[in-house]
C-alpha cells in the first residue's frame, strides 16, 4: 500500500509553499509501509531559525487555505531549529541545515520510496495542478 493520493497533494502544495521562503532540499517520502499512524514526511531546510519559523508560518498558511485544515500538533517552534508540523496522514519537519545534516532523516527513512515534488527547492507559486477541497455549493 502507498500514500493515499490526498497526502500527496498535501505534501506537494506544503513543498510549494515552502520553496516559495526559500527552503531548501525539499524531499518526501512514503512511509506508509513502514508506519501505521502516517503516510508521508515532508523534508526541508533552512540557514536560519527566523527562515525555519517562516518556511513554517507559509505551509501553515498555504494548507488552511487550500485544504482548511490546521496542524492537530506542533513543536519545535520557539526554537526554530526544527519544528515538526503533524497533520496525521502527513508529517512535516522543517530544520535548520545543521541539525538536517545531525540527524539525517532521509538517511534513517532511506528505505522509503520517494514522492516526486512539483519543486526542488525553487520558488513558485502556481499550484493550479495541486487538488483542493471539492467546491461546496
Known sequence: MS???HSINLVKAAALAAADKQAENLIALDVSERL???DAFLIA???SE??????VDEIEDKLDELFEIRPVRREGRGAGRW?????VDVVIHVQHNEDRVFYALERLW????LI?????????TDMS?????????
Open 45 to 47: 531546510s533552512a540557514s
Open 36 to 38: 501505521g499512524v502516517t
Open 83 to 87: 519544528v515538526l508540523l503533524d497533520y
Open 110 to 113: 532511506g528505505d522509503c520510496p
Open 3 to 5: 500514500a493515499h493520493e
Open 50 to 55: 527566523r527562515q525555519v519559523n517562516s518556511i
Open 129 to 137: 495542478h495541486i487538488e483542493t477541497l471539492p467546491d461546496v455549493l
Open 116 to 124: 516526486e515534488l512539483p519543486t526542488t527547492g525553487e520558488p513558485a
